[in-house]
């Protein structure tokens, strides 16, 4: 039997106002192409299938479509629900496409046989069981108590998730067990960050206050786990049967540095359990150039080919001493007659020893508050050029403003 394992879609995700319509179209149909190439028979998704609780109407419609095109194939779907999932939207379809040979789990079940399903191969014979876990929030599999302190909320939450893991775990043996097919490969999913992973810029993290991570030891001993969350593909403690296959596009500009993936599982019971990466075509290229302004335009050649098919979508942190008000209108310059598009220009936020000595030796006195601004404005990293100028400008109005009342005042 042959499963792929795959997760962090993020439909309907928009990029500093971009959207990844697109990219995720071709994803989609490439994804679909692979199943047939490979004959696979089931494909697992481990959560975050779309960016919000609220997708936008056309991702809803590019998941729908998939699902019926996935028909043609015969592989079955397991879709689990991720942090960015909403539990009522998943669900209000999840009968319909029950119907479609989809299985829909979007939160976890008090009866956890719920959550226990049976894949089967081509020939429609049991090859697979899945202990299908979703996102796991709190409220779905503990108590709540009174009086205790943060370290034993965190225990507490820690052991609750390790129990619900075991329960399921353990359903699946009794399965396997009354079905007399004691070699039937059990497979885990799970939605969350596992110690000792590598996080990016888009990863929010989701047990905030109570738990960071889930030791990879707390799994229980299933032939594969299939995780999610985490958008570099990854083996957790070095275990090449737990994974996170990464989502299949870059979600950050940090996640350039590596190919994005998707994991193809193929097992049996006659057979071990063998897995391998099928690396997903780079559908929109994103690149990072910093330095000064003529340290990016030497960078351009390398990072802006000339024939590239779509434009490149840039972020450019210029690391300059002193503050250019036309920033952007230089970049703008830079770039013109290259492929791209600059979605995030940025100042580097460290600057040189001069700079610094510099400063550290001036006094308010010495600065007017127009360079006080200008300096605050300075260290915003997430205000683009035209922001900071907006600002600029506006705060001139308001220092004209405040003076002319002074003024006449008697």
Same mark, same amino acid.
């Given at each position: 039997?042959?499963?792929?394992?795959?997760?962090?879609?993020?439909?309907?995700?928009?990029?500093?106002?971009?959207?990844?319509?697109?990219?995720?179209?071709?994803?989609?149909?490439?994804?679909?192409?692979?199943?047939?190439?490979?004959?696979?028979?089931?494909?697992?998704?481990a959560g975050d299938i779309f960016d919000t609780g609220s997708p936008p109407s056309y991702a809803r419609e590019m998941y729908n479509r998939f699902v019926v095109a996935l028909q043609h194939t015969r592989c079955q779907l397991v879709v689990l629900a991720g942090?960015?999932?909403?539990?009522?939207?998943?669900?209000?379809?999840?009968?319909?496409?029950a119907c479609l040979n989809t299985r829909v789990i979007a939160s976890a079940s008090p009866q956890v046989d719920d959550q226990i399903l049976l894949l089967n191969d081509a020939q429609q014979q049991p090859a697979a069981i899945v202990c299908a876990i979703p996102y796991?929030?709190?409220?779905?599999?503990?108590?709540?108590?009174?009086?205790?302190?943060?370290?034993?909320?965190?225990?507490?939450?820690?052991?609750?998730?390790?129990?619900?893991?075991?329960?399921?775990?353990?359903?699946?043996? !009794?399965?396997?067990?009354?079905?007399?097919?004691?070699?039937?490969?059990?497979?885990?999913?799970?939605?969350?960050?596992?110690?000792?992973?590598?996080?990016?810029?888009?990863?929010?993290?989701?047990?905030?206050?109570?738990?960071?991570?889930?030791?990879?030891?707390?799994?229980?001993?299933?032939?594969?786990?299939?995780?999610?969350?985490?958008?570099?593909?990854?083996?957790?403690?070095?275990?090449?049967?737990?994974?996170?296959?990464?989502?299949?596009?870059?979600?950050?500009?940090?996640?350039?540095?590596?190919?994005?993936?998707?994991?193809?599982?193929?097992?049996?019971?006659?057979?071990?359990?063998?897995?391998?990466?099928?690396?997903?075509?780079?559908?929109?290229?994103?690149?990072?150039?910093?330095?000064?302004?003529?340290?990016?335009?030497?960078?351009?050649?390398?990072?802006?080919?000339?024939?590239?098919?779509?434009?490149?979508?840039?972020?450019?942190?210029?690391?300059?001493?002193?503050?250019?008000?036309?920033?952007?209108?230089?970049?703008?310059?830079?770039?013109?007659?290259?492929?791209?598009?600059?979605?995030?220009?940025?100042?580097?936020?460290?600057?040189?020893?001069?700079?610094?000595?510099?400063?550290?030796?001036?006094?308010?006195?010495?600065?007017?508050?127009?360079?006080?601004?200008?300096?605050?404005? !300075?260290?915003?990293?997430?205000?683009?050029?035209?922001?900071?100028?907006?600002?600029?400008?506006?705060?001139?109005?308001?220092?004209?403003?405040?003076?002319?009342?002074?003024?006449?005042?008697?």
């Amino acid at each position: 039997m042959k499963i792929i394992h795959t997760s962090d879609w993020h439909l309907g995700q928009f990029f500093y106002t971009r959207s990844r319509a697109r990219e995720h179209q071709a994803f989609l149909d490439w994804l679909l192409a692979q199943i047939t190439a490979h004959q696979v028979d089931a494909l697992i998704i481990a959560g975050d299938i779309f960016d919000t609780g609220s997708p936008p109407s056309y991702a809803r419609e590019m998941y729908n479509r998939f699902v019926v095109a996935l028909q043609h194939t015969r592989c079955q779907l397991v879709v689990l629900a991720g942090n960015h999932d909403s539990v009522s939207m998943l669900n209000e379809s999840r009968e319909l496409l029950a119907c479609l040979n989809t299985r829909v789990i979007a939160s976890a079940s008090p009866q956890v046989d719920d959550q226990i399903l049976l894949l089967n191969d081509a020939q429609q014979q049991p090859a697979a069981i899945v202990c299908a876990i979703p996102y796991l929030r709190p409220r779905d599999i503990q108590f709540s108590q009174a009086g205790l302190d943060s370290q034993q909320k965190q225990q507490n939450l820690l052991q609750a998730i390790t129990d619900h893991y075991q329960r399921c775990y353990q359903a699946a043996l !009794a399965l396997r067990e009354s079905m007399d097919r004691p070699q039937l490969p059990i497979i885990a999913t799970g939605h969350l960050t596992a110690l000792g992973v590598s996080k990016s810029d888009s990863v929010r993290d989701i047990y905030i206050g109570t738990l960071d991570a889930f030791p990879a030891m707390a799994f229980p001993p299933a032939d594969y786990i299939a995780l999610g969350h985490i958008h570099r593909p990854q083996q957790v403690a070095g275990d090449p049967n737990i994974r996170y296959s990464g989502s299949p596009i870059p979600l950050s500009f940090d996640e350039t540095g590596g190919d994005k993936s998707i994991c193809l599982i193929d097992c049996g019971e006659d057979r071990p359990l063998t897995v391998s990466q099928i690396t997903v075509p780079c559908f929109q290229p994103l690149k990072t150039l910093k330095g000064s302004l003529e340290e990016i335009a030497a960078q351009l050649p390398t990072a802006v080919p000339r024939d590239a098919a779509h434009p490149v979508w840039l972020d450019i942190e210029i690391a300059h001493q002193e503050y250019l008000s036309d920033l952007q209108t230089r970049v703008e310059a830079l770039l013109e007659g290259w492929p791209a598009e600059v979605l995030l220009l940025r100042r580097s936020r460290a600057p040189s020893s001069a700079g610094l000595h510099r400063q550290t030796n001036e006094t308010l006195n010495e600065l007017s508050s127009e360079e006080v601004f200008q300096r605050r404005l !300075a260290q915003e990293e997430n205000l683009t050029e035209p922001e900071q100028q907006r600002l600029m400008t506006l705060f001139k109005q308001t220092l004209e403003q405040v003076q002319l009342v002074d003024d006449t005042t008697p």
